[in-house]
């Protein structure tokens, strides 16, 4: 059992198209791992000041 899956992963990682696919499907796990990071750090910056208690006013004042 081993020695075919040893096999199916020789052929497929010599094959350019399958190698080429693997990078683009890490690429894009990558970038959206990338672009959740930077939605929170946006939204903690939006966050609530340090030291004051309480919900946030929604009226513009603070």
Do not use: C, N, W
């Not at 080429?20 to 930077?38: N, P, T």
């Amino acid at each position: 059992m081993a020695e075919s899956a040893d096999a199916t992963a020789l052929a497929a990682d010599s094959d350019p198209a399958y190698r080429e696919a693997v990078v683009d499907l890490l690429a894009a796990i990558a970038y959206g791992e990338i672009s959740a990071f930077e939605r929170l750090a946006e939204d903690a910056k939006a966050g609530a000041e340090p030291g004051r208690q309480g919900r946030p006013r929604h009226d513009g004042q603070r």
